[in-house]
């Protein structure tokens, strides 16, 4: 009788002093929020902001600001994103001699997602899990200006987020990364652009007529190894294509490769040149019409087979159908 008597006391002992450690801890943190001081990782103004205007305060507990007018000559930020903080972004463009670049297209893109991925990395996360209209895995809108006399491009950003800058001109092209800072003011970014190329032309026939839809790649050719694969994009209907400026590799010549619907590929060289490289035609062969069929040992067809081309990387493939038969060209 006497040790149950022992037992009550000391359960009755720790529920004194939990529950004594419990009004402790509350009476604590109702005089930090008194005092105003800021939870772990929120800056101190931001903390002030949210306790005297609680009526700022958006979704997940955003800090948001009143209307200001935007810096002259910035880019105006979209409506979805005008009720964020804004820091402004001055790219400054230069070429590899130090002039500034005039009428250079510039755009900012913020980096956004649960770990830091680039666009695309967020893009595809999105689309695999099925949560691509979700404001932490969607893509911000990009923001685009053109550099002035003076190879200058003013931009209304989102402050705390890392922010992609990239200048293009036709004979240059870089990108930068950009860690812009948590408050109000004014960041200026120096790109520096590499030398670069614009190609453009368009792919036919023998005869001359357009091939629409034509596959063009470009590359560079790599000593004792396979060319290395810088773009790739798709003729239109009349055959044209164009690439957006790509960085010039190191290299004297550059490859063009062609290849139709119903044509075999081709391809060619072109000298490797900064600037625009405009009309560049290529003409691919006339397509041989090849006929086979695969059976078994005992003669009956096989059906689905694949066959591959003699140029295995053009993706010249077809398949045979019920009878065993394949064509290609």
Same mark, same amino acid.
């Given at each position: ?17 939990a ?5 402790y801890?509350?009476t604590? =943190? ?9 939870a772990p ?24 600001? =009143?209307?200001?007018?935007?810096p ?16 402004? @972004? ?9 002039r ?6 510039? =755009?900012v ?6 770990r830091g991925?680039?666009?695309f990395?967020?893009? @595809? ?15 911000r809108?990009?923001?685009?200006a ?11 950003v989102?402050?705390?987020p ?6 293009e ?7 930068? &990364?950009?860690?812009? %800072? ?8 120096l ?13 036919r026939?023998?005869?001359? &007529?357009?091939v ?9 050719p ?10 790739q ?9 164009a690439?957006?400026v790509l960085?010039?590799p190191?290299?004297r010549? @550059? #490859? ?5 619907a119903?044509?075999?590929g081709t391809? #060619?060289? #072109?000298?490797? &040149?900064?600037g625009?490289?405009e ?5 691919? %062969?006339?397509?041989? @019409?090849i006929?086979? =069929?695969?059976v078994?040992? !005992?003669g ?15 993706? !010249? #493939? ?12």
């Amino acid at each position: 009788m006497r040790a149950v008597s022992k037992r009550t006391k000391v359960l009755a002992g720790w529920i004194v002093l939990a529950a004594f450690l419990a009004v402790y801890w509350e009476t604590d =943190r109702r005089a930090e929020i008194d005092r105003g001081d800021p939870a772990p990782g929120v800056p101190a103004d931001v903390a002030k902001q949210n306790t005297q205007e609680p009526s700022l305060v958006g979704r997940k507990g955003a800090p948001l600001v =009143r209307e200001s007018a935007a810096p002259e000559g910035a880019a105006p930020l979209p409506a979805a994103e005008a009720d964020r903080p804004t820091h402004e @972004l001055v790219v400054i463009v230069r070429d590899m001699d130090g002039r500034p670049v005039e009428g250079a297209h510039v =755009r900012v893109s913020e980096s956004v997602g649960p770990r830091g991925f680039g666009d695309f990395d967020v893009a @595809l996360a999105g689309e695999l899990s099925g949560k691509a209209k979700d404001d932490s895995v969607a893509r911000r809108p990009d923001a685009t200006a053109r550099a002035d006399a003076g190879g200058v491009a003013r931009f209304d950003v989102a402050v705390g987020p890392e922010h992609r800058v990239r200048a293009e001109s036709d004979a240059g092209v870089h990108e930068v &990364r950009v860690q812009t %800072p948590s408050g109000p003011g004014s960041t200026e970014v120096l790109v520096e652009l590499r030398p670069a190329f614009r190609l453009s032309g368009s792919a036919r026939r023998p005869e001359g &007529r357009p091939v629409a839809g034509a596959r063009v790649w470009v590359s560079a050719p790599v000593p004792g190894a396979h060319p290395r694969h810088l773009a790739q994009v798709t003729a239109d209907a009349k055959g044209r294509f164009a690439f957006p400026v790509l960085a010039l590799p190191a290299t004297r010549m @550059l #490859i063009v490769y062609v290849m139709g619907a119903n044509e075999p590929g081709t391809r #060619i060289e #072109i000298p490797s &040149r900064t600037g625009r490289i405009e009309d560049v035609v290529v003409i691919l %062969p006339a397509a041989t @019409l090849i006929r086979g =069929r695969c059976v078994t040992e !005992e003669g009956k067809p096989l059906a689905g087979v694949r066959v591959r081309g003699f140029l295995p990387a053009t993706g !010249e #493939i077809t398949f045979t159908n019920a009878q065993g038969w394949f064509a290609m060209k």
